[in-house]
């Protein structure tokens, strides 16, 4: 799929002031710091679609960015951040539960992890969330042009090792980097294929 046009539309605080919209809806979610926005810029082409903070857990709105005209790409606050107050982020929980469970436009959730770490607990208990809940999800795993090209299998092995012990699950694992442009056209095909089938 190749993308003619990507436009910023809204920055919403709740789901009940997101745009009212038929078009299919592709959410990317992830802990605090795991490159979201300069994988989106990525995927799309652009340089500063989403912008990209130095700071952690910047993103705290969801936000809409029109893609082709036919389906949007979205892009909710990270989760999992420790400098945020126990206040605030029930408030983005709270918002990324409700986008995630009642959105009725929702056809995919792209769960981006870091992959030069090991399997993070919250991360699982992610993946568990998304499953109990049958919300359809692909796993990123993200700058993995900062880790040798030995080790890009040994941390998504372990995680499907473990999805596959506890939750009887083996999701779809993409290797991206935002730094190299790797991944695109993968996660391109998966957006391409629900948008052909609506």
């Not at 029109?66 to 029930?90: H, Y």
């Not at 056209?185 to 294929?193: A, F, G, N, Q, S």
């Amino acid at each position: 799929m190749n993308i003619s046009s990507a436009n910023f539309i809204a920055s919403s605080p709740s789901l009940k002031l997101c745009p009212e919209t038929d078009l299919p809806e592709f959410a990317f979610i992830g802990r605090s710091n795991v490159g979201k926005s300069s994988l989106i810029n990525m995927i799309t082409g652009t340089k500063a679609l989403a912008k990209v903070s130095a700071t952690p857990g910047k993103t705290r709105l969801i936000n809409y960015f029109l893609i082709n005209e036919s389906w949007f790409l979205v892009d909710l606050p990270g989760f999992g951040f420790a400098k945020t107050s126990k206040e605030e982020s029930r408030k983005i929980e709270t918002m990324i539960e409700g986008y995630l469970l009642r959105r009725d436009n929702l056809r995919l959730t792209f769960l981006l992890i870091d992959s030069r770490h090991l399997p993070q607990k919250i991360d699982l208990e992610f993946m568990a969330w998304l499953n109990r809940n049958r919300i359809p999800f692909i796993v990123l795993f993200t700058k993995t042009d900062k880790i040798s090209k030995a080790r890009h299998t040994a941390n998504p092995s372990l995680y499907r090792k473990s999805l596959l012990t506890t939750l009887n699950i083996d999701p779809v694992f993409i290797l991206t980097s935002a730094e190299k442009k790797t991944g695109r056209e993968e996660v391109m095909e998966c957006i391409e294929e629900v948008v052909r089938g609506e």
